[in-house]
Structures are given as structure tokens and as C-alpha cells.
């Protein structure tokens, strides 16, 4: 529905008063509000109201604004908009640059009671003319551009820091890549380095007679029996990484001891030296037809645990708890150093070192 609009002042140039009558045209077409067309283009009602009743001629970025936001010829609006930017005598009753600034910051998005702008419309297409030089009527409208611009203005922000920030990362690598070519090789890993948890330096057979805390095999270590003897407690220890058994010995006092043996007569012992516990060396599990069995002594009797054969059998099959149920971790057989969570105890004899009073 087309608007009542006031007549265009008789001193405007005539491609400025075709550029502003198609203007209208366009916006009757469109059926747009004065405060509707402000919203679409992020200018102000109040410089549309300038633009369409030929107060001053439309800037370039508001033009483009429009074009994008209805249908119309954009070729024959931008032909119009060059002929009048040609030449464009000021009209009387133009507002300064301050007046144009506070238009920018109104809001575009209260409905008007009534249009501001009344005339007859009309609208017709002018012939090309050549490239526009720019004059000073266009000089406020340019200056307060970026007011009507804040997203942009916040995505041409934030892409500068997203590029600073590409920079520095691409020169950061380029540093790293630098350092690590000016750095000495790394050297072999020598032979007795530690090996990882996952691949016990032993196994098997490999693990006869061996330590089970140095060798790591107590870190998965199982206890499958025990047997009560006074106030000592005997237990047979099971890793099934290692594949390897061995006997071990708490509550227990100086000379009081442990001995695990296997049905081919392969035995390893856990005499207590010094403190309260001690466990001994490992035997070879392995093969699961062998059977093992933990005796132990102390001035109270003797007394074994039950045999057992097939170990990891035992340990698949059973929901048997690791580690506190069984005797605290400990230095390891042939240690001379107490554990940490033992009480206090005597010094071991300075004629033969003992092992901790702990147990893996």
C-alpha cells in the first residue's frame, strides 16, 4: 500500500530527485514501514526519513543495505544513486554531522504512530552515467558508518585476534621444531633401565628364586591359602603375570619362619631375622599340574596350608581381593631396610642382615 508523501524540495537536483522517488517507490512496494525499513537495514528512521524526502542524498553502505534487504533492480539503483552523487547541492533544511550521529544511535525498532513522510510517489529509471566523485554532503553519513555497524565491526574484532592467535601458534611450532633440531639425540635407553609395569623383566622359570618385590611381581600379587599358627599366619602368594608362587610369614617373631614347596621338591623359605614378618623367593608356576603347599614353624607347632595345583585356575575362578587382605607390600627378600608401616623393632644383628618386616 503506498504512502502519503510530502513534496521533494524544489532545489534538488534532478538525479537526486529520481534517486529519491524510487526510494519511496521501493519501499511502498515492499509495504515496509519507515520502522520496519530501519530494522531490515540497521539505519536509523530517522535517515530514512532524509534519504526518502530528499533532505540529503542516501549513502553507498545504506543503498547497499536496502538492496539486500528487498527485491529491486540493484543495477538501474546503483546507476541512480552514481548520476546523483555527481553533484548534490545542499537542501535547505539539512542537518550537520552531530545531527546525523544522533540519528545513528536511535532505535530502530519503535513503530511510529503515523508515516513522517507524505507526497505523491512516483519512481522512474535514469540512464548510466559515469563513476561518482565524492562530495561533502556524503562526508557525515560516511564518518558515522561504523555506528550502524557493531556486528560487524565485533566479527572484524574478533577474526584479527583468531588470526593473531594462528600467527602465534605457527610461530611457536616453528620455535619448538627449531629447539628440537638443536637438541643432542636422545641417548639409548641403557640396559638397566627399569622395565615397564606391564612386562615384568621375569617369567616362569625365568622367575625362580627371585625376589618378587624387585622383580614388580608383587604389584598383581594374590593370596590363595593361609594357615593360622598361634598368633603367625602363613600365606602362599600368586602372580599371575610372573606365573610365580612364593610363601610368606606376618605376626610372627625372630626365627619364626615359612617354607613354600612344590611337588617336585623345589622349595624357597621366609625366616623372620629381625621384626615381624619376611616372605621368600619364588618358585616357578607355571606348569599347572604342580602342586604347592606353605608350611610354617614357630615355638606354638607347625602347621601347612592345603595344596594347591593350577594357580591361575584359582585366580580366574576365585573373587579373591588383592592387597590388603594379604600381608602388607615390603622391601623384598634380602632387603636390610623396615618398612614404613611396621612398628618399631630391634636392629638386625650386624653378622647377618635381614630382610624387611614386610611382605609383597
Request: glycine share 6%; proline share 10%; charged share 20%.
Amino acid at each position: 500500500m503506498a504512502s502519503a508523501w510530502k513534496d521533494l524540495p524544489e532545489e534538488l537536483s534532478e538525479p537526486a530527485r529520481l534517486l529519491a522517488e524510487e526510494l519511496r517507490t521501493i519501499k511502498d512496494t515492499a509495504g515496509l514501514s519507515l520502522s520496519e525499513l530501519a530494522g531490515r537495514t540497521h539505519y536509523s528512521r530517522a535517515s530514512w526519513e532524509r534519504w526518502l524526502n530528499g533532505k540529503r542524498v542516501v549513502t553507498e553502505q545504506a543503498l547497499e543495505a536496502l538492496i539486500g534487504a528487498v527485491d529491486c533492480d540493484a543495477a538501474a539503483l546503483r546507476r541512480l544513486w552514481r548520476r546523483a552523487t555527481e553533484r548534490t547541492p545542499k537542501v535547505a533544511g539539512a542537518e550537520v554531522a552531530d545531527a546525523e550521529v544522533a540519528d545513528a544511535e536511535e532505535p530502530t525498532t519503535d513503530e511510529p504512530t503515523a508515516e513522517t513522510v507524505e507526497g505523491p510517489s512516483a519512481g522512474t529509471a535514469a540512464e548510466p552515467a559515469g563513476e561518482p566523485v565524492p562530495t561533502a554532503e556524503e562526508a557525515p553519513e560516511a564518518a558515522v558508518a561504523w555506528w550502524r555497524r557493531p556486528a560487524a565491526l565485533v566479527s572484524g574484532a574478533v577474526l584479527l585476534g583468531l588470526l593473531l592467535v594462528l600467527v602465534g601458534l605457527r610461530v611457536s611450532r616453528h620455535d619448538d621444531q627449531a629447539s628440537a633440531a638443536d637438541a643432542p639425540a636422545a641417548t639409548a635407553t641403557p640396559a638397566t633401565a627399569k622395565p615397564a609395569p606391564s612386562d615384568p623383566p621375569c617369567r616362569a622359570v625365568g622367575c625362580a628364586h627371585k625376589d618378587p618385590k624387585t622383580t614388580g611381581c608383587g604389584k598383581d600379587a594374590r593370596t590363595l591359602q593361609t594357615q593360622v599358627i598361634g598368633k603367625v599366619v602363613v600365606y602362599l602368594r600368586y602372580s599371575r603375570t610372573c606365573q610365580a608362587a612364593w610363601a610368606a610369614i606376618t605376626e610372627g617373631e625372630p626365627k619364626d619362619y615359612a617354607v613354600i614347596t612344590d611337588s617336585t621338591g623345589d622349595s624357597e623359605t621366609a625366616m623372620i631375622h629381625w621384626g615381624y614378618d619376611n616372605y621368600s623367593a619364588m618358585l616357578n608356576a607355571a606348569d599347572p599340574s604342580v602342586g604347592f603347599q606353605v608350611c610354617g614353624s614357630q615355638p606354638a607347632g607347625h602347621d601347612c596350608t592345603s595344596t594347591v595345583t593350577d594357580l591361575a585356575s584359582v585366580v580366574a575362578s576365585t573373587p579373591i581381593p588383592i592387597g590388603p587382605a594379604s600381608p602388607p607390600p615390603g622391601a623384598g627378600a634380602g632387603a636390610a631396610t623396615p618398612s614404613d608401616s611396621a612398628p618399631p623393632s630391634q636392629a638386625p644383628p650386624t653378622d647377618q642382615p635381614s630382610p624387611s618386616p614386610s611382605a609383597p
